[in-house]
């Protein structure tokens, strides 16, 4: 077939071509290229190409199953590296225009037919590749959604049984509503009101990142998270040791997301130590800003493990109760407020995770300064 004469233009040229396609995507104004794109996007789209010609040449069909699927497989292959739809649309057309403009240059004659038949393959290549490109997005964006909703299932549920458990301290009359455990009820119920007002409005704080700053006294939160661990320590048959830091220490963040993240951290250490160990809470002033520590009992892990813990659906424990949620929501939320979680083994001991974060403004300036 004719065809053949376009392919071994392509192939013999294909440097040519990859440099003058990268040249025509590096000003496209809109979409704008990306590095991945210049680099890798080009040349598999190119190879396709060709292959696709190779595969009209053998059967002359455009249309052929075979070609369906390489194109189909370049579109999911998109997806997997972040690229847009608009842009593996584009990237069909800058090929062809700069197979066209060498063929000009080097005064090559290839006949019509090969072009019209190289148009034939991309529109049939477009629209397979692009079809797979949306499924496989669609397939994503769904998968995100489901990890959204098992996080804020996540932490209605642990909300959820702190406020049973601090009713059910509550109802056995050993102490007063208005003490600490009643605080810690409150706090539960209150929580729960923001983290459904926050869900009514998920789409815009996603797509925003707003989050709600205040200021926030080390000690208060300390205070919060001790109450709520000495009530949890009771009821499991731990010990508890708290350093609350220094008086005075502030920080400006959202309270509600490091009070749950540090809660995820309390309440994985009461579950996973041994029983009778003990458990540490510790807040801790670091050059860049402050620290706050849970140390477990759980055994430590096993070697080359800290980085699993954080994966969502990953569970630790060997009774599998629960899925697995809780270290990834607590280091999210974490990083979406500037700091960062970690985990420290101890073999044979347990673990540390320590969670930092920045000081307020003022603050931190003026510990710098001094």
Same mark, same amino acid.
């Given at each position: 077939?004719?065809?053949?004469?376009?392919?071994?233009?392509?192939?013999?040229?294909?440097?040519?071509?990859?440099?003058?396609?990268?040249?025509?995507?590096a000003?496209?104004?809109?979409?704008?290229?990306?590095?991945? /794109?210049? !680099?890798?996007?080009?040349?598999?789209f =190119?190879? #396709?190409?060709?292959?696709? %010609?190779?595969?009209? $040449?053998?059967?002359?069909?455009?249309?052929?199953?075979?070609?369906?699927?390489?194109?189909?497989?370049?579109?999911?292959?998109?997806?997997?590296?972040?690229?847009?739809?608009?842009?593996?649309?584009?990237?069909?057309?800058?090929?062809?225009?700069?197979?066209?403009?060498l063929?000009?240059?080097?005064?090559?004659?290839?006949?019509?037919?090969?072009?019209?038949?190289?148009?034939?393959?991309?529109?049939?290549?477009?629209?397979?590749a692009?079809?797979?490109?949306?499924?496989?997005?669609?397939?994503?964006?769904? /998968?995100? !959604?489901?990890?959204?909703?098992?996080? =804020?299932? #996540?932490?209605l549920?642990? %909300?959820?049984a702190? $406020?049973?458990?601090?009713?059910?301290?509550?109802?056995?009359?050993?102490?007063?509503?208005?003490?600490?455990?009643?605080?810690?009820?409150?706090?539960c119920?209150?929580?729960?009101?923001?983290?459904?007002?926050?869900?009514?409005?998920?789409?815009?704080?996603?797509?925003?990142?707003?989050?709600?700053?205040?200021?926030?006294?080390?000690?208060?939160?300390?205070?919060?998270?001790?109450?709520?661990?000495?009530?949890?320590?009771?009821?499991?048959?731990?010990?508890?040791?708290?350093?609350?830091?220094?008086?005075?220490?502030?920080?400006?963040?959202?309270?509600?997301?490091?009070?749950?993240?540090?809660?995820? %951290?309390?309440?994985? $250490?009461?579950?996973?130590?041994?029983?009778?160990?003990?458990?540490?809470?510790?807040?801790?002033?670091?050059?860049?800003?402050?620290?706050?520590?849970?140390?477990?009992?759980?055994?430590?892990?096993?070697?080359?493990?800290?980085?699993?813990?954080?994966?969502?659906?990953v569970?630790?424990?060997?009774?599998?109760?629960?899925v697995?949620?809780?270290?990834?929501?607590?280091?999210?939320?974490i990083?979406?407020?500037?700091?960062?979680?970690?985990?420290?083994?101890?073999?044979?001991?347990?673990?540390?995770?320590?969670?930092?974060?920045?000081?307020?403004?003022?603050?931190?300036?003026?510990?710098?300064?001094?």
């Open positions: 077939m004719v065809v053949h004469v376009l392919m071994n233009f392509i192939g013999y040229h294909r440097q040519e071509i990859l440099a003058r396609t990268r040249t025509r995507v000003l496209r104004m809109a979409p704008r290229p990306t590095e991945t /794109e210049l !680099e890798h996007g080009v040349p598999l =190119l190879d #396709h190409l060709i292959e696709a %010609l190779a595969e009209h $040449a053998a059967r002359g069909s455009e249309s052929d199953p075979k070609l369906g699927q390489v194109a189909a497989g370049h579109g999911a292959t998109r997806v997997r590296m972040g690229f847009t739809v608009d842009q593996l649309v584009h990237d069909y057309g800058d090929v062809c225009q700069a197979i066209t403009e063929a000009v240059d080097l005064d090559r004659r290839i006949p019509a037919e090969d072009f019209r038949t190289l148009n034939k393959c991309l529109d049939y290549a477009i629209a397979k692009v079809t797979e490109f949306q499924r496989q997005h669609e397939l994503r964006l769904s /998968e995100r !959604e489901n990890e959204r909703t098992g996080f =804020l299932a #996540h932490e549920r642990d %909300l959820l702190t $406020a049973t458990l601090s009713f059910h301290i509550l109802k056995q009359g050993k102490v007063g509503i208005g003490g600490s455990t009643g605080a810690v009820l409150e706090r119920l209150k929580s729960l009101s923001v983290m459904i007002d926050r869900s009514l409005t998920s789409v815009q704080v996603v797509a925003s990142g707003a989050r709600a700053q205040e200021r926030v006294l080390v000690s208060e939160l300390m205070e919060e998270l001790q109450v709520t661990a000495t009530i949890e320590a009771s009821n499991s048959g731990h010990r508890l040791e708290v350093s609350p830091g220094r008086p005075g220490l502030e920080l400006e963040t959202d309270r509600f997301a490091v009070a749950s993240a540090m809660s995820n %951290l309390v309440r994985n $250490a009461f579950k996973f130590s041994k029983p009778g160990g003990t458990i540490t809470l510790r807040a801790l002033e670091v050059s860049d800003g402050l620290r706050i520590e849970v140390e477990d009992q759980c055994g430590g892990l096993p070697p080359g493990k800290e980085g699993d813990l954080f994966k969502p659906f569970q630790r424990g060997a009774d599998r109760s629960g697995g949620l809780g270290l990834a929501i607590a280091r999210d939320g990083r979406a407020l500037g700091g960062d979680l970690a985990v420290r083994n101890l073999p044979g001991m347990g673990c540390i995770f320590s969670v930092e974060l920045p000081l307020a403004m003022s603050l931190h300036a003026g510990l710098k300064r001094l």
